[in-house]
């Protein structure tokens, strides 16, 4: 997900992480011979990732006549199947988020682009990766990375620097 707004409903958890994801640091896969998306949000250093299995079917609550007569569905009914987190090299821990009876509005779907609205008023934006890389300006990609690096570099500094400290106590 490269923009992700959430709701007044929205759950606690579920603005934490969305506040925390970067662009290219969350994802949402979508099944659709088994009718499952997957959903992967990661930690801002990426040593964490929050994982949650959705199940979903087509409702005929919302949905259009394509100009050749195909159907054009804008919301499917979605359950929480499964939800863990991961963190570093520790286990996965099992969530008890299981939900029954959520839906996604599709609001605007094409090869690249995909943007969803959800029954807490969440709005979900996501772009297929090499379409990302593309509209993404590799000047500005490179930018960030470094400002990563920086980042990363000082935290190390700063850790090293402690360790330094205790071990002289």
């Known amino acids: 997900a490269v923009l992700s707004r959430q709701g007044k409903k929205s759950p606690k958890v579920q603005k934490l992480v969305s506040s925390k994801s970067q662009v290219k640091k969350a994802y949402a ?10 959903n992967e949000s990661y930690t801002p250093h990426g040593r964490g990732t929050l994982q949650a299995t959705v199940e979903y079917n087509p409702t005929n609550e919302a949905y259009e006549i394509g100009a050749d007569g195909s ?9 929480i199947a499964s939800a863990s987190f991961k963190y570093w090299k520790l286990p996965k821990l099992p969530l008890p988020l299981k939900k029954k009876g959520g839906y996604l509005d599709v609001l605007y779907l094409d090869d690249d682009m995909r943007i969803t609205r959800g029954n807490r008023g969440g709005l979900f934006v996501h772009f297929r990766p090499d379409f990302l890389s593309k509209v993404t300006k590799p000047a500005d990609f490179h930018q960030a990375l470094l400002e990563e690096k920086i980042v990363q570099d000082e935290k190390a500094a700063k850790k090293s620097w402690w360790r330094r400290l205790l071990r002289r106590s």
């Open 29 to 38: 896969n979508f099944n659709v011979g088994e009718q499952i998306f997957e």
């Open 71 to 79: 159907i054009v569905l804008r919301r499917i009914s979605c359950d």
